[in-house]
Nanobody
Framework: QVQLVESGGGLVQAGGSLRLSCAASGRTLGWSAMSWFRQSPGKEREFVAG????????SYPDAAKGRFTISRDNAKNTVYLQMNSLKPEDTAVYYC????????????????WGQGTQGTVSS
């Protein structure tokens, strides 16, 4: 069984930054691609970043390109999301996910989820 715990959310002003962390326990996750998703009230859960097992490949939707950076430290069983130049529309609960062999943008493909961390961007 895998447990994922996110941290690092908070309240920032527009233009600011947040660094989210997702620590895994129960099983090492070097075999899994890892991704971050977000969900705001009334909206579908959306993909914001993904990283391959080695960390050499990453994927972002257009809304995140150039502002968000995903990274991982397999020795620490942790994945990170650095978010810069934040906008009010980035306000959401951010979730990390694991359990796929490739980076996929469909949340239904992921087996393991954290409980989420709230990120709020004020205008």
């Amino acid at each position: 069984q895998v447990q994922l715990v996110e941290s690092g959310g908070g309240l920032v002003q527009a233009g600011g930054s947040l660094r989210l962390s997702c620590a895994a326990s129960g099983r090492t996750l070097g075999w899994s691609a890892m991704s971050w998703f977000r969900q705001s009230p009334g909206k579908e859960r959306e993909f914001v970043a993904g990283i391959s097992q080695s960390g050499r490949s990453t994927s972002y939707p257009d809304a995140a390109k150039g502002r968000f950076t995903i990274s991982r430290d397999n020795a620490k069983n942790t994945v990170y999301l650095q978010m810069n130049s934040l906008k009010p529309e980035d306000t959401a609960v951010y979730y990390c996910a694991a359990g796929t062999l490739a980076i996929v943008r469909d949340p239904a493909q992921y087996e393991y989820w954290g409980q989420g961390t709230q990120g709020t961007v004020s205008s």
